[in-house]
């Protein structure tokens, strides 16, 4: 079984910044690509970002240049480092990993999400 775990959201003024951390763990063999979900509350779920093994990442429009990915392979975690936070970034924040088990079956997993909220 394999498991996403999400921790590092919180509140912080606008402005502010955040690091969100997903941890996957269980029966893993390898996980191709990881990434970040996010949404508001009243809206559908939305792309935020993802990286693939060797490191090329990916954005929406709206977290470009302020946003940054990346993952340690050897943890089988992927960070989001969020910076100049706008009132627009609050959401639940959810990773996910496209992962290869130890049987060699390949699925796509989700965490629980984690809560982020700027405000002021």
């Known amino acids: 079984q394999v498991r996403l775990v999400e921790s590092g959201g919180g509140l912080v003024q606008p402005g502010g910044s955040l690091r969100l951390s997903c941890v996957a763990s269980?029966?893993?063999?390898?996980?191709?690509?990881m990434g970040w979900h996010r949404q508001a509350p009243g809206k559908q779920r939305e792309y935020v970002a993802s990286?693939?093994?060797?490191?090329?990442?990916d954005y929406a429009g709206s977290v470009k240049e302020r946003f940054t990915i990346s993952r340690d392979n050897a943890k089988n975690t992927v960070y989001l480092q969020m910076n100049s936070l706008r009132p627009e970034d609050t959401a639940v924040y959810y990773c996910?990993?496209?992962?290869?088990?130890?049987?060699?079956?390949?699925?796509?997993?989700w965490g629980q999400g984690t809560q982020v909220t700027v405000s002021s």
């Open positions: 996910y990993g496209d992962v290869v088990s130890a049987t060699g079956r390949r699925d796509g997993y």
């Open positions: 269980g029966n893993i063999f390898s996980i191709y690509h």
């Open positions: 990286i693939t093994t060797k490191g090329e990442t």
